[in-house]
């Protein structure tokens, strides 16, 4: 999104609406759309809009300019078209007016830390907001830039949400199941992409020691239950297994080495097993090659 100065012309008689906004091109799309409701805050500019109609309108670009610079760019090109003055604008005030100081953004966010709405003030918000239209439905956005992704990265580096925020997120999903277009959908997002050794360490380091729930497992032998792999799947699990072999088995080696199963897992492990078909059955075993003496 691009930060700048825009300006609203009435073609019929040249009057003129100066605005600034951080989204330069949706800012007049909302001039326009609460000017279509008559709810517009700008009476002057609401009564020319109801007496001239939408298409007498047109809207341009007047410049791109930081966001630090808004308010004063703004205050140029106000000044420069005389527009608070009623026989060539729309303009009511001059934009400093609007300026809010830091320490009183500290206040006001001071003021509303810590602050929950109530289950009755949420009802008459959604209430309020039902059957409102959304703008942005049925479009799509650009693909966002390097630049962004490392501010959201960082803006979100070690924030850690609260319990209550995660039991809550829980509770939510919890039972809800995506449709097979979205599973496709997250499937190709995540299909090719690979974990660094540091996010897997890190991956390991926060599974370590948790055990699942026997309802989880239960779950998870439910979902599984009848599943089989495609051909091609197959294949790929059979060429990834080859590659990891050597180290897979001195891993798994040294975790197990010195290891003792207590009766318990073992009947467990026993009863896992018992009716299935031994991994090398109707196999050729290979004749090994007797030691030099």
């Known amino acids: ?64 300019c930081e966001p630090a610079a808004l308010i004063e760019r703004e205050a140029f090109w106000i000044d420069h078209f005389d527009s608070r003055n009623q026989e060539k604008g729309y303009n009511l005030c001059h934009p400093d007016r609007h300026a809010v100081s830091p320490e009183t953004r500290a206040r006001i966010s001071a003021g509303h830390k810590g602050k929950m709405l109530t289950a009755e003030h949420r009802a008459n918000l959604s209430a309020a907001k039902k059957g409102r239209p959304n703008g942005l439905l049925g479009k799509k956005r650009g693909p966002l830039s390097e630049e962004t992704k490392s501010a959201l990265r960082a803006a979100h580096l070690g924030k850690k949400q609260a319990a209550e925020t995660v039991t809550k997120r829980a ?22 992409k690979t974990h660094t050794e540091e996010a897997r360490a890190k991956m390991s380091e926060a599974k370590r020691g948790k055990k699942l729930s026997v309802e989880t497992r239960a779950r998870m032998s439910l979902a599984q239950r009848g599943r089989q792999h495609s051909e091609e799947t197959k294949t790929k699990l059979a060429a990834y297994s080859r590659e990891r072999k050597p180290a897979h088995r001195e891993k ?25 078909a031994p991994w090398n059955k109707g196999k050729t075993a290979t004749p090994r090659l007797a030691e030099d003496s």
């Open 1 to 64: 999104m691009k930060s700048g100065i825009y300006c609203a012309i009435n073609v019929f008689d040249g009057k003129r609406y100066i605005g600034s906004s951080k989204e330069v091109y949706r800012r007049w799309t909302k001039h326009c759309y609460n000017l279509r409701r008559g709810k517009h805050n700008n009476p002057h500019l609401q009564g020319a809009w109801n007496r001239d109609g939408e298409k007498t309108f047109a809207s341009v670009v007047l410049e791109y």
């Open 252 to 276: 798994l080696s040294q975790a197990f080495r010195g290891r003792v199963f207590s009766p318990e897992t073992r009947a467990k492990m026993s009863d896992a097993k018992r009716g299935k």
């Open 171 to 192: 509770a939510a999903l919890r039972g809800r199941k995506l449709s097979p277009a979205h599973c496709v959908k997250i499937g190709d997002i995540h299909r090719g």
